[in-house]
Structures are given as structure tokens and as C-alpha cells.
């Protein structure tokens, strides 16, 4: 079913360091997964897609290099889609843009095809980043599409420039998550979509990692209920309003009287639907994964009583999404 593959853009004006950040997360982040990637470039020799080509995570990589897909993807891209749906059937698709392209054409040609974006990743230059702001209207549409600015060659930047170019980025994207690092060493487990699945098993596991995440902060927590929410507007609405540091909720959730079971994903306060399939509605009762910082030190009680009470199991008196701006006050709602 194409609607339920996650679809992962990176992004990033030229010379960001996108394909470096693409091969660190196949080669440390994503074994076991069922990965296939588009790399789009605009000259005819295609360097960037010759890397990736090689790695052993990598169930089938296709190269457009045909021009921009945000200009005119045309019939290359949507065959390239389903020939990779036919072929491999991924659990996650990864598209990497060229340097100049534009991410919302780019979002409403993946849409157009059934599929859904998981999330969009904007690789910036650090240390040039203020430049190709100025030079490109690219670089700036890049930046204001993504739902992570990830700060590539921090190493090369003075810590005060570093802290500049912080507040310019948030200025113009307060919604991203920013993210510093050198050589694309990233936090894949958040980024990407098979984060819902790889914090299920740690659970399940009861394993302990001490690694980048931890040093953020960044912790999760699964809500189980077999009580279905009551309306799914509602629902959108309560996970849109969660606190700036819950940057993601993934999983099942059950809605309405049915009820009708969907997969939910919520990205930096941007909440997306979809169906379930029929393998995963047979599972029975909502399961969601709550990845964010301080996620369970901080947060982890309130949101619980939130969901809780938006089920059809709670009393009339439960919270009321008004009283969202009260529980987090630094939240979005």
C-alpha cells in the first residue's frame, strides 16, 4: 500500500554535505531495514549517487539526473517511485535533492503519487550558510521547509558566528529542530522514520544506550491503550499542540466507535494520517512511541493524562485541549 511508505527528503544548498549525511546514516543507522533512495543531480555524471550506490543498507538505488525533480519531475520521477514500490516495497523511501532544488514543489509532487512525507532534513554549510542565503532563493526555501536544520561543519565555525547563525535560522524557521554536528554525524534515530520501530524494540528490549541521544536529552516512552480517541480532529489538534521538545510521536492509534485504525505520525509539531493497513489494524489497541527531550523526566505524566482523557473510555471532565497552553507553557499550544 504506497500511501504508508514513509518518504525522508534531504536537502541542503550545494556543498552542505548531503550525501555525507546520507552515507552516515546507511552505514550506521538503518541496518535491517528495507531502505531504497533517490538521488537526484543535475549534471550528467552522477558522483553523489555512484556513493551511495555501493552501500550494503541500500535495497535499490535509483539516479534522476535528468535536471531538478522540483522543476519538472515529470514521468523519470513517478516511474523511478513505482518501480522502487514494485520492486523492493521499502520501509523507508529517501529522496536527496540537488543543491538549487525547491522543497515544496518537491513535497506536493511525492504527495501527488500517494505517498506521504515523513520528514524534511535541510543539511546547512555553517560556516557559508549566511552567504548562500543571500545569493539563493533556493537556500532560503530550503531552510524554511524543514522540519530539521541540520548544522553541518560546526568545526569550522567560531563558537559565537555558530550561535549567529542559530538565531538567523530560527528567525526564519522557529518550528525546525536544529541539530549541530561535523561530517553528518546525526541523530538518524530521530530524523528518520524507522525511529518508532527501532525505540519499540529498545523497550521491548529493555536495553540501555548511552550515545548522542542521551547526551541531548532526547528520551521516549510508548502510550498503550485499548481504548479508541474519540475524533480524530481532535486528536490532530492534541498532538499538534504538544510541547517544541516532543519532536516526535509515531505509531497506531485507534478512532471513534468503529473504530477506524491509522498510522499517526507527528513531526515537530506537524501531524500527518494515514490509513492502517489491514496486517497492523488486526493488532487492536493504539500504541504510540513519544521521542523528544526530556520526553519522560518532563513530560511523560502530562501527555499520558492527555491522551488518556481524549479516549472515549475518560469522564466528560477530562482536560480540554484549552488547557494545553496551561500544562506546557513552553509548548506550541
Known amino acids: 500500500m ?16 548531503k550525501t555525507t ?8 543507522g538503518l541496518a535491517g531495514r528495507r531502505v ?8 550528467e555524471i552522477g558522483i553523489d549517487g555512484r556513493l551511495i550506490e555501493g552501500l550494503d543498507n541500500v535495497d535499490q538505488m535509483v539516479e534522476l539526473n ?14 523511478a517511485v513505482q518501480e522502487i514500490l514494485d520492486t523492493v516495497k521499502p520501509e523507508l523511501l529517501v529522496i536527496e535533492t540537488t543543491g538549487t532544488a525547491q522543497v515544496g514543489p518537491l513535497t506536493a509532487e511525492v504527495e501527488s503519487l500517494g505517498l506521504r512525507i515523513d520528514a524534511v532534513s535541510c543539511v546547512v554549510d555553517a560556516e557559508h550558510i549566511a552567504y548562500h542565503l543571500a545569493q539563493s532563493v533556493a537556500a532560503r526555501e530550503q531552510v524554511c521547509h524543514a522540519d530539521f536544520l541540520v548544522l553541518n561543519k560546526c568545526d569550522l565555525v567560531a563558537a559565537s558566528s555558530l550561535a549567529k547563525v542559530c538565531r538567523r535560522l530560527t528567525r526564519l524557521n522557529g518550528r525546525a529542530v536544529q541539530h549541530r554536528t561535523e561530517y553528518g554525524r546525526v541523530d ?22 548511552v550515545d548522542h541521544l542521551a547526551a541531548d536529552g532526547i528520551e521516549s516512552f510508548i502510550f498503550e491503550s485499548d481504548h479508541p480517541f474519540r475524533d480524530l480532529d481532535q486528536l490532530q489538534r492534541l498532538l499538534g499542540g504538544l510541547p517544541r521538545d516532543i519532536y516526535r510521536v509515531k505509531g497506531l492509534v485507534m478512532v471513534g466507535e468503529g473504530p477506524q485504525r491509522y498510522l499517526a505520525n507527528v513531526t515537530c ?15 487492536g489497541r493504539t500504541s504510540l512511541v513519544v521521542i523528544g527531550r526530556g520526553a519522560v523526566t518532563e513530560h511523560r505524566p502530562v501527555i499520558e493524562r492527555l491522551f488518556a482523557g481524549a479516549t472515549l473510555a475518560a469522564a466528560p471532565e477530562r482536560p480540554g485541549l484549552r488547557s494545553l497552553g496551561r500544562l506546557f507553557p513552553r509548548g506550541r499550544a
Do not use: K, M, W
Request: include cysteine; charged fraction near 15%; aromatic fraction near 8%.
Open 36 to 43: 531504497a533512495v533517490i538521488v537526484n543531480e543535475i549534471g
Open 66 to 79: 535528468s535536471g531538478c525533480i522540483c522543476c519538472s519531475p515529470g514521468l523519470q520521477f513517478g516511474l
Open 188 to 209: 538518524y534515530d530521530l530524523l528518520f522514520a524507522t525511529a518508532g520501530r527501532t525505540y519499540r524494540e529498545r523497550a521491548q528490549g529493555g536495553a540501555t544506550r
Open 2 to 17: 504506497p500511501s504508508i511508505v514513509p518518504v525522508n527528503l534531504i536537502t541542503g544548498f550545494l556543498g552542505a554535505g
Open 21 to 28: 549525511l546520507l552515507r552516515h546514516v546507511l552505514e550506521h
Open 269 to 283: 509539531g506537524r501531524a500527518q494520517f494515514d490509513i492502517a493497513p489491514a496486517a497492523l489494524s488486526q493488532l
